[in-house]
């Protein structure tokens, strides 16, 4: 489509200012890399609704609109007193803070880590340790085939790289912290996580906009899980209203690995999570959690793959959505079952809860199952708040506005029931309640 | 305290209470009996603000108030209390949960300063007891995965913590066995006091041997059609309620 590409040729044009004025300094292989994934993008362009992946959400506005790339200007100067409202954790928790996809080295902070863990910006971590980013940067992530993974690469030069040795255990969750400031851009925060065998520790990633204009996100997450390694991940997405947010998760599990993820997504005018998850060795484990709560004209879409390419793993899939106003929501979920992979347990559930008329839901389970010793199971749900919960809560002395948001709370409560870290579910809990109303939000104003 | 005049209800597009009297005074315990379909539930639903049922004539004072003008949340704030004879299952709202908003509700209603979680632990713990119940209940979703007796032990345990002024047990003893059943019955029991009243809804006589009732109604046919002391209740626990319906017909 012309928008389509006229999108992609705004950012080849980039790119190659960018390229230009990196020529000298920049290693061979990362060079190509950049080339061959601007190659893929140019080539791709942004997908259209004719592309099976992209049947439900249209980008037709994200192509048009001219975002220009982050790392063409300078950062933008954010107080210290306003990144620290955004802090979840305390200030013993290990901590890198980009923004607008650029490392603000001013507020990161961070105990000392345990000895054989790196936490550092991607630029440092290249001239540290250049063989570990080579190893894993965008070997992981499918730049090839997808357009906003190959985008990611083309402009890779910024992000965070977390590389935590083996049988090492950090306590303090590590929390990485995307600020979007300025309106306009294009921000691609990239992150790098290589846990060590038998390692074990929480990341969380936050995207955070500060401003309520139009900007661009393009986050890319790439985990690779080596054997007996346990790792935790959360995802916040607390976008500006007008931003287009787009994130490619995938993570590489080893033989007896164990691996959870869950998103929560409450920004973004419009929000598009693809996440894979890779069994690449025996008895590994994955559960993927996921909760939406969107209002307007807020469209959200969660692609999963999750690919059981060998036997005897466990994989579980979780997702809920709340949908109010005319917001929508797409759920794509893919389970493969490759024909060696015996033993194979995975289940998927998604859930919405639709609070008014004008919402659209299109949720799609897919069960690829090429081996016959398996358990797989699915199943989705699409419903309204019941009027006899509403009528039982009102005959209890609580009025319909706070019964609803009870109920709505308690609709995805079975999502926040698997964060155990505090204080990120508290904080979710905060965010919850705050997106769904105050409690005495209408005693406070009468 | 509540004076039901001429009551006419429907459900559907279907009467189902037609021209119901009722007076219920202070310190009182009436039970309404009657077979199946007589409109009992419907009774207990209407007096509780069921939006499902159409008030089509008749008027419902309560302490003074027109009942039927006030929303459902009004008519508890103020005291009126409906044990449900299916209490609904709340996914993902624990009972602790669930009684501090109801508590909260009720306490600013009255003007009473809100009571923090600790507070709410506190007097729940107490009422616990009088029902038997497992403080695990309290971390548990609102009746889910509760059995049929937990379920209407539950109902029980909301009243004793809210001290309502106007109790309605919708066939709260049916399905129990004797021991739930006197656990009910005790909650009851607890409750009675001068200043409020208790309107038993049942099928059978069973309860009533536990609860000593000030009054008998027999509901048929969406009217009260029969009202005595509680010698009624035993009489038509021995004779059944044909007898009731050749009287009507009669």
Partial sequence: ?446 | MLSIRDLSVGVDGKTILRNLNLEVGAGEVHAVMGPNGSGKSTLAQALAGHPAYTVTGGEVTYLGRNLLAMPPEERARAGVFLAFQYPIEIAGVSNAAFLKAAINELRAARGQEELDAMEVLELLEQKLALVEMDRSFLNRPVNEGFSGGEKKRNEILQMAVLQPTLAILDETDSGLDIDALKIVAQGVNRLRRPDNAIILVTHYQRILQYVEPDHVHVLFDGRIVKSAGKELALELERRGYDWIKEEVAA
């Fill in chain 1, 1 to 446: 489509m012309t928008t389509a590409l006229a999108g992609a040729d705004r950012y080849l044009a980039e790119f190659e200012k960018l390229e230009r004025r990196d020529a000298t300094g920049t290693p061979a292989w990362l060079s190509e890399l950049r080339r061959s994934a601007m190659a893929r993008f140019a080539e791709r362009g942004f997908p259209t609704t004719r592309d099976e992946d992209w049947r439900y959400t249209n980008l037709a506005a994200l192509a048009a609109a001219p975002f220009h790339s982050a790392s063409s200007a300078d950062p933008h100067p954010v107080s210290t007193e306003r990144v620290h409202r955004v802090l979840i954790g305390s200030s013993a928790w290990p901590r890198l803070v980009f923004v607008d996809g650029r490392y603000a080295p001013e507020h990161s902070s961070g105990p000392a880590l345990p000895d054989g863990v790196r936490l550092s910006s991607l630029a440092e971590a290249m001239i540290d340790d250049e063989e570990l980013v080579e190893r894993h940067l965008a070997r992981h992530a499918r730049w090839d085939t997808d357009v906003f993974a190959a985008l990611s690469t083309a402009f890779v030069r910024d992000g965070a790289v977390l590389y935590v040795a083996a049988e090492t255990v950090i306590a303090a969750p590590i929390e990485l912290v995307f600020l979007t400031a300025r309106p306009g851009v294009l921000s691609q925060p990239r992150i790098l996580v290589a846990a060590g065998p038998h390692s074990r520790f929480t990341v969380v990633e936050r995207h955070v906009g500060l401003t309520d204009a139009a900007g661009f996100a393009n986050a890319v997450t790439e985990l690779a899980v080596a054997p007996g390694a346990a790792v935790d991940h959360y995802v916040l997405q607390e976008q500006g209203a007008s931003a287009f947010h787009m994130a490619t998760i995938h993570a590489a599990l080893e033989r007896d690995s164990a691996f959870s993820t869950c998103e929560a997504t409450f920004g973004a005018r419009l929000a598009r999570t693809t996440s894979t998850v890779r069994f690449g060795g025996e008895g590994g484990r994955a559960a993927l959690a996921g909760l939406y709560v969107t209002g307007g004209r807020q469209h959200v879409d969660h692609h999963v793959t999750v690919d059981h390419a060998v036997p005897r793993c466990t994989s579980r899939q979780l997702f809920k959505g709340v949908l109010d106003g005319s917001a929508r929501a797409v759920f794509d979920g893919r389970v493969i079952v490759r024909p060696d992979a015996q033993k194979t347990d995975a289940a998927q559930t998604n859930k919405h809860l639709l609070l008014s008329d004008g919402v659209e839901v299109d949720s799609k389970p897919r069960l690829e199952i090429f081996a016959d010793d398996v358990k797989c199971t699915h199943g989705a749900a699409e419903g309204q708040l019941a009027p006899e919960a509403i009528f039982y809560l009102r005959s209890r002395g609580v009025d319909e506005r706070r019964a609803r948001r009870l109920l709505t709370l308690g609709f995805v409560r079975e999502v926040v029931d698997r964060i155990t870290v505090e204080p990120i579910r508290s904080y979710l809990d905060r965010a919850l309640e705050a997106r769904l109303g105050s409690e005495r939000g209408s005693k406070e104003i009468s």
